[in-house]
Nanobody, 123 residues
Framework: QVQLVESGGGLVQAGDSLRLSCVVS????????MAWFRQAPGKEREFVAA????????ITAPSVKGRSTISRDNRKNTLYLQMNDLKPEDTAVYYC????????????????WGQGTQVTVSS
């Protein structure tokens, strides 16, 4: 059974940094493209960033580009999202997601999801 477990969220002030982690078990991590999405209260789930199987190719949403970096460590079965210069509008539940082979920016393309980790940014 595939499991994705996020961690690293919390309450921070505007301008602070956070690193989110997502540990994956139950499948061969290195064969799955990975992504981060987020969902704020009353809003639809929003794409944040995606990374290819090898980690060599990434896609980042304009809303976080220049402030956030997605990475992965295939030896540790772990996905990361480094977020810098956080803003109140970054407040959301952040989810990691997995799908075979090819990256996508569309939530419904992903087969497996974590339970989410809350990020709250105060002004």
């Amino acid at each position: 059974q595939v499991q994705l477990v996020e961690s690293g969220g919390g309450l921070v002030q505007a301008g602070d940094s956070l690193r989110l982690s997502c540990v994956v078990s139950g499948h061969t991590f290195s064969t799955y493209a990975m992504a981060w999405f987020r969902q704020a209260p009353g809003k639809e789930r929003e794409f944040v960033a995606a990374i290819s199987v090898s980690g060599q190719n990434t896609i980042t949403a304009p809303s976080v580009k220049g402030r956030s970096t997605i990475s992965r460590d295939n030896r540790k079965n772990t996905l990361y999202l480094q977020m810098n210069d956080l803003k109140p509008e970054d407040t959301a539940v952040y989810y990691c997601a997995a799908r075979r082979d090819i990256t996508s920016t569309i939530a419904r393309d992903y087969d497996y999801w974590g339970q989410g980790t809350q990020v709250t940014v105060s002004s």
